[in-house]
């Protein structure tokens, strides 16, 4: 298994971060974890097999997370010598099919009908989705927005976790417990805390709490890039730290 993150930013416009987009590839199976602004040119970069994207999973239905689905969309139909012809699966909480549909009504019904199948799957929290090729993914509730959705991929014995955004909650700490990579974001500093947000503080508590074998911050707004992000979440994880940059990746060993 290996990730890959495409974007770590946020709504706030930055010059080495682009909105939020993490690409896991495990098998034939090939998913990216939300798909905000700047994403699918930051695919390229990144040197990614974007043709080669099975799912495209959305955690919440804010911009910055899904601002660039239907130009994905657009792009496997026109940007590429060859189009695509394989069926493309969108996973997201409920609405998001009928988010879809609005987003055809706004751009044409291509993003509907674009020259190859795209199946829309709605995720309650607790649904458990067989991506194929021995994959799996399940979502979990978390305190952001009424829809907002964590993921996990598991493969071959290997599970990642992703957080979206969130609000510290000790339920996503323990479902996460004893991942092999953690992927949280990490929003704000911690006199800017809010409840739907992580700070570094925040971060670490929740690192404690799930242990991970690897916690990967991401989702930074500009001001928590000005604290120290490493010494604070270490003060309550000790475990290995990754401050996720846009094209960062890490394979995923077997334990």
Known sequence: MRLTTIGTGTVSPSATRVCAGHLVTAGTVSVLLDCGSGVVHRLARAGVDWMGITHVAIT????????????????????????RAAPIEIIGPPGMDALVTRFAGAFGEWVREPGYPVQVRETPPGAVVDLGGGARLTAFKVPHTDESLAYDVVYEGRRLVYTGDTGFDEGLGRWAAGCDLLLAECSLPDDREMAIHLTPRRCGEL??????????LTHFYPPVEHVDIRGIVGERFDGPLVLAEDGWAMEIEER
């Open 60 to 83: 919440h239905f804010h911009a910055d997370h899904l601002s660039d689905l239907a130009f994905l969309i657009f792009t496997w139909r026109y940007g590429a010598e060859r189009p």
């Open 207 to 216: 690192g404690a709490l799930a242990r991970p074998r690897t916690l990967v």
